[in-house]
């Protein structure tokens, strides 16, 4: 009953429209009655609590990172760096959006900045060039779901702080699922690239490779200091960010001087407002994270589950079969916040590793920002590409499907992320 009424609250008031997180303490507060446990001074202390982590730090710096990258011209530099190198092939500029897409994914750590930044630039230079529309636009979009996968990655230290895992440990497991979606693509792409008749760019010499790579260099340089950083255990997760946004602003104003001072101001208040939507979120979920726990949701969940808890490949199919629903239902970041205190319990019960978990759990949702209804990468790529969702739709499923079977391949063989943990530690 009180699983019932905490998701049929929840379904029921974002359904009136109301925000996720208004939603998420509409919810919490209905549950609380039912419960009689309803004291307002509660609620104020766990919203409170839920932003109060030093290791949510590194959500907002991350974020003013990505946003300093953006306005300071280290996007264009990364995309004439891919272009300098694959830009020759057939189908070059595909391999290219593709290359940038890793490279973004290890400055920003967001799905919606990649995809934005992204598309903007290359969506109509790949239109010009003569490629599908829909097929380009689709590409973007399954790229930029990299972001969440590969360090640093802004859902990855949601759930570290939720669940209570190493977010470094989640960070270095990361790499290979998010390179293994890469190479999805670029088969992907090389095979259905072949119904476009595009203009193939001129290769580009050796001195303009040098030169595209040279000014290239500092924005490449800043996922060796994130990963070498944390790896050497020179900085923590949140130091990272620190030392992201700082090496951003320094690259933007100093080095590329693209980023005028004057500018400053409007780039920390888009930085401001974006966490200032995903801090409330959490601090929202907090609430309902402590009410599932004295409601013992998990217990009810773990019932249903109870059958599968000894075969470790039927649990993981049918978690993932439902994180796969939710996150075609509900966005990224509050179906992390959500559904985690809820699963981790399952998780620890069957033996599972949780830095591998985390990893499934992460990429399942990001897939999730790809499908309708919600499907936020999907419509910020199809505002940027200019074309409804039903076209988007047309030219995605081949990139959306290559990477629904990377995330069975990393069911089926978990060895693909806890070795490279091993190597990294």
Known sequence: MTLALFVGSLIGVMALGVPIALALLASSVVLMIYLDIFDSQIVAQYLINGADSFALLAVPFFILAGELMNAGGISTRIINFAMSIVGHIRGGMGYVAIIASVLFAGLSGSAVADTAALGAILIPMMVKAGYDRNRS??????????????????????????????????????????????????????????????EVLPRKSGKEMLIATRQALWALFLPVIIIGGLRGGIFTPTEAGIVAAFYALFVGVVVYRELKIQELYKVLVASAKTTSIVMFLVAAAMVSAWLISVANIPAVVTDVLQPFIDNRLMLLLMINLLVLLVGMMMDLTPAILILTPVLMPIIAQAGIDPVYFGVLFVLNLSIGLLTPPVGTVLNVASGVGKIDIQSIMKGIWPFLLVEVVVLIFLILFPSLVTIPVGWFE
Not at 151 to 156: G, V
């Open 137 to 198: 636009t689709g590409l973007i979009a399954a790229g930029g779901i990299i972001a969440p996968v590969i360090p640093p990655s802004i859902p990855m230290i949601l759930f570290g702080v939720t669940s209570g895992v190493s977010i470094t440990a989640l960070f270095t497991a990361g790499i290979v699922p998010g390179l293994l979606i890469a190479i999805g693509l670029i088969i992907t792409w090389s095979i259905v690239v072949r119904k476009d008749k595009a």
